[in-house]
Nanobody
Framework: VQLVESGGGLVQAGGSLRLSCAAS????????MGWFRQAPGKEREFVGG???????YYEDSVKGRFTISRDNTKNTVYLQMNRLKPEDTAVYYC???????????????????WGQGTQVTVSS
């Protein structure tokens, strides 16, 4: 099983980026997928997640700015990030929960598969 993130980069504050997470090795259409991020010197934190029904849940600081979606035909999950702020700078990781249910976990321990991360840098 492999998760590969892409789409990171350098953007000015107020700009947008769309991250992709492509899964291979198995399908995750029945699994919750999450996005996390880790800024330098900080712990990895939950950003948001999407369950098998398309329901989503977001951390407060990104609500209204970030949107998670999924395309099960491509086994891919997306994180659309708008109105980016310098404090959004971090390495972004996607993760998959191997349990086939609709709960969106917010802790690292609830996810079993992880990508390698993609850097997002927002300049002021």
């Amino acid at each position: 099983v492999q998760l590969v993130e892409s789409g990171g980069g350098l953007v000015q504050a107020g700009g947008s980026l769309r991250l992709s997470c492509a899964a291979s090795g198995r399908t995750f259409s029945s699994n919750t997928m999450g996005w996390f991020r880790q800024a330098p010197g900080k712990e990895r934190e939950f950003v948001g997640g999407i369950n098998r029904n398309g329901g989503t849940y977001y951390e407060d600081s990104v609500k209204g700015r970030f949107t998670i979606s999924r395309d099960n035909t491509k086994n891919t999950v997306y994180l659309q990030m708008n109105r980016l702020k310098p404090e959004d700078t971090a390495v972004y990781y996607c993760a998959a929960d191997r349990r086939m249910w609709s709960v969106i976990g917010t802790s690292i321990s609830e996810y079993n598969y992880w990508g390698q991360g993609t850097q997002v840098t927002v300049s002021s």
